[in-house]
């Protein structure tokens, strides 16, 4: 599947004076001991948001905290309150209900508000296809009190929830002004040969689906691999032996990991780190035994790789090198992050692990030929070919543009309200 900019309505394409736009967004943040911490996703966001208030809209924003029945999942008043150090939105603890509605009701040009966690409403997550989403009483709800709705969290764009799949169906949408910027770094990031990938993290299948289609394609000219996904084509070759409960573990794997290996673009850590007596030791692979945990890429792998990103016309690249939650294992993955940013190569970073250890590198304000994308498995998914609903359903919409313009000429009703009424 690929997707192209021009496929879609970009936020430039209407008037958004004293008009209400749905804004989806993605929030989602970490979560340490009940406090949530400030990330990139909440400051990009807020781009979009203040240049939406500069035209005078009125902006209702729909975002998503964790998942029910886990530590992490939470009110956004949090989320409202890292937001308002960049750009002016008032919090409502509220979904579909008469406060939401109100608040709606009362916003005045200019004025934003962020509701209530969107995933706290039982039909958000429900495996549904679009079109029976939009009959739901959320998006009925919302969007017959609204003029747009703005997907602008390309992160988000895997998910075939209600929030980003069913107010497509029943109000004129568009792509936000981040989620451009990213399919815009997406449809760049092949344009310069050679393209390298450097594919690590613990995502085994997803990863290896993503190698599988860029390499059918004829869109990777080298894929470096790394982390979890480095080890399992390190024993699928043989270069180093694998416990047989690991085996049993990862045994498809390792039979698609040798497969893949057939194209010889493939290339494997040959020395990683491991943990001795609480301390980062680093060992040939041969040398690795049985049940010994490589923790991150050694030193000759980093030399290795980080020549091939030099000499590379793109990068892509997509999950850390090693465990970088430690700080001892998280030197392979700085070291390839800066041979990045040092490459005179057009590079693509993404995923949550990696991004985080970008921003530990000081070279990251030197940073100029590239974008860090604010997805992790949007991002994957969309390297493996495969079909992101969030994306599919906004480029539906372009085509049906001329007729939700028809019905709102002839019938001043909101659009959405003129669906409801057939449902």
């Known amino acids: 599947m690929t997707y192209k900019l021009e496929d879609f309505r970009l936020m430039d394409e209407f008037d958004a004076g004293g008009k209400t736009v749905l804004l989806r967004i993605d929030v989602n943040s970490a979560v340490i001991e009940g406090e949530v911490k400030l990330n990139e996703r909440i400051v990009r966001h807020a ?41 002016d939105i008032r919090y409502v603890p509220d979904i579909t209900g008469e406060v939401a509605v109100n608040a709606l009701k009362a916003l005045r ?16 997550t429900l495996k549904r296809t679009p079109e029976r989403h939009s009959r739901s009483h959320l998006v009925r709800t919302l969007a017959a009190h609204a003029d747009y709705f703005i997907n602008d969290a390309f992160s988000v764009a895997h998910r075939a929830h209600a929030s980003i799949v069913g107010f497509p169906k029943v109000l004129e949408s568009y792509v936000g002004r981040q989620m451009e910027k990213e399919l815009t770094a997406l449809e760049e990031a092949h344009a310069e040969r050679p393209v390298v990938y450097i594919l690590g993290g613990s995502k085994l299948d997803d990863v290896l689906d993503a190698m599988a289609f860029v390499l059918r394609a004829g869109k990777a000219d080298v894929i470096l691999t790394t982390g979890v996904i480095g080890n399992i084509f390190m024993y699928a070759d043989g270069a180093a032996v694998m416990e047989e409960e690991q085996k049993k573990k990862y045994l498809a794997g390792l039979k698609r990991a040798k497969r893949l290996m057939l194209s010889r673009k493939i290339l494997y850590p040959v020395d990683v780190a491991v943990e001795i007596g609480g301390k980062r030791e680093e060992l ?23 020549e091939i990103i030099m000499n590379a016309g793109t990068v892509i690249m997509k999950g850390p090198a090693g465990m970088c939650e430690n700080k001892q294992f998280a030197e392979g993955t700085k070291v390839l992050l800066k041979a990045i940013i040092a490459a005179d190569a057009f590079h693509l970073i993404g995923g949550g692990h990696t991004t985080s250890v970008l921003d530990m590198i000081e070279e990251r304000m030197v940073c100029e030929r590239g974008y860090v994308s604010l997805a992790g498995g949007a991002l994957l ?23 939700a313009n028809a019905v709102q000429a002839a019938d001043k009703k909101p659009f959405a309200a003129q669906i409801g009424n057939t449902m």
């Open 47 to 87: 781009d979009t948001i203040r240049e939406l208030q500069s035209r005078d809209a009125r902006v209702v924003a729909i975002a998503h905290q964790g998942r029910q029945g886990k530590p992490d999942f939470l009110p956004l008043e949090q989320h409202a309150r890292l937001l308002r150090r960049f750009v």
């Open 109 to 124: 040009d200019g004025e934003a508000i962020l509701l209530e966690n969107v995933r706290m409403d039982h039909e958000e």
């Open 284 to 306: 040939d692979v041969r040398a690795l035994a049985p049940g010994q945990h490589a923790l991150d890429i050694g030193e000759e792998t980093c030399r290795i790789y980080s």
């Open 381 to 403: 998914m969309y390297l493996a070919g495969k079909p992101l609903p969030g994306l599919d359903v906004l480029r539906m919409r372009k085509s049906h543009a001329r007729l």
